[in-house]
């Protein structure tokens, strides 16, 4: 079946008592049973009913079955936010003495993560050049718990080469977790291409228009004891599970996800393209761009579609800033994949608290402005961009 036709019609193996269409919000925190072995069965993980909405909620199951479905993966558990999602992933594979590696090249608070809340644990952060197999392979070692990587970075835009790390990461035995949220698992299969623990930001793609903030372990099931230690003690244990209302948020978003992502990538090339036209712009960078280095091994892994996300150069951090402040169309926001169009300046907001040394090693540049492409008219996009720049 097609994953449009999947994403609607993926119903919840319960029928509804009074056969509701969309998923019923379960608004509720406890639910009853009718007699004590069937509540310890369900307390002990032996069937999976809600005992208590922190652990499982019957509309957060609906939208985790969903997607279950859609990517062929053994199991999908749905957090508070992208960061939950990430959080318990690492805490679930790390321990004091062991290390993960990874790159500098990393959404924000991903690397503060590593770099300052895991590390107080003793949990060492290794960064290394993920473009340099050679390097990834001399940082790996018998304390190594995981190569955690980003499949497409953010704001630098390197792809990782995920059959060939997921080589290196599984000859030493180490699991191989990637963040996905750049290109939605509707477009590419992540388990086919070695990744054993997928990681998506829900809040982006698929919440559909920004509505709401998740996050998504997709679990292909090639990691020994992580689902159990995720389900059976993290869970319970840290309080990250998704919300209902925000389920059926998202729910709702999946079912229109994929003709959203197709029209917001098409118009996303169709711009870095015109873009390149514009003289005040030194650099397109946006691997859909078939010059750009990546092209190649995006194309082989992610097919048609480069994702919405592309970043331009300007002359310096002055002009960046006049020309956010010159959009009238596009919004001055954080954020990726909403409906409307986004603009950031990332080196002065979400890495401002950085030193310079930090973002010099991040390579992130105060000439970079990135672009969240959303729904509008491609032209109007453009005359937007081009009147911001005219008017610097
Ligand atoms: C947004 C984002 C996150 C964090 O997700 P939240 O839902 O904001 O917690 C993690 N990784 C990437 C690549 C992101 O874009």
Redesign the pocket.
């Known amino acids: 079946m097609d994953k449009t036709t999947k994403a609607i019609h993926t119903r919840y193996p319960l029928p509804d008592a009074y056969g509701a269409l969309s998923m019923p919000v379960y608004h509720v925190a406890a639910y009853e049973f009718a007699d004590a072995d069937i509540m310890a069965d369900a307390f002990c993980g032996r069937v999976p009913m809600p005992d208590y909405s922190r652990v499982l909620n019957p509309t957060v199951m609906h939208l985790e079955n969903k997607i279950k479905e859609l990517t062929g993966a053994s199991d999908v558990i749905a957090f508070t936010?992208?960061?939950?999602a990430?959080s318990n992933a690492l805490i679930a594979l790390a321990a004091a003495g062991k290390n993960i590696v990874t790159s500098r090249h990393l959404?924000g608070?991903?690397y503060m993560l590593l770099e300052k809340t895991l590390r107080k644990f003793g949990v060492e952060p290794r960064f290394c050049d993920l473009t340099d197999l050679e390097d990834v392979k001399r940082n790996i070692d018998a304390d190594t718990c995981c190569l955690f990587l980003?499949i497409v970075t953010?704001p630098q835009m390197e792809v990782a080469d995920l059959r060939a790390l997921a080589e290196i990461a599984h000859a030493q035995g180490v699991p191989l977790v990637a963040?996905t949220?750049?290109i939605p698992f509707t477009h590419f299969n992540a388990g086919k291409l070695g990744v054993d623990v997928e990681i998506v930001?829900?809040?982006?793609y698929l919440s559909g228009g920004a509505t709401s903030?998740?996050?998504l372990i997709i679990d292909y099931g090639t990691c020994k004891e992580f689902n159990a230690k995720i389900r059976q003690e993290l869970i319970f244990n840290l309080g990250g599970y998704m919300t209902p209302h925000a389920a059926y948020m998202q729910t709702l978003g999946l079912e229109t996800l994929c003709v959203r992502y197709e029209r917001q990538a098409a118009s996303a090339l169709a711009l870095a393209r015109k873009l390149k036209e514009l003289p005040q712009i030194k650099r397109v960078n946006y691997v859909g761009l078939e010059e750009n280095p990546f092209h190649e091994v995006a194309r082989r892994q992610f097919g048609e579609t480069a994702g919405a996300m592309l970043t331009i150069d300007l002359a310096d951090e002055q002009a960046c800033k006049r020309f956010i402040n010159n959009l009238k169309l596009i919004k001055r926001a954080t954020n990726?994949f909403d409906n409307r169009s986004l603009a950031i300046h990332p080196s002065s907001t979400i890495f401002g608290p950085l030193t310079k040394e930090e973002k010099d090693a991040m390579d992130v540049l105060d000439t970079t402005i990135r672009l969240s492409v959303g729904l509008e008219d491609v032209e109007d996009l453009f005359a937007d961009i081009k009147q911001a720049l005219d008017a610097n």
């Open positions: 936010s992208g960061m939950a990430i959404f608070n991903t980003e953010n963040d949220t750049i930001s829900s809040t982006k903030l998740g996050g990726l």
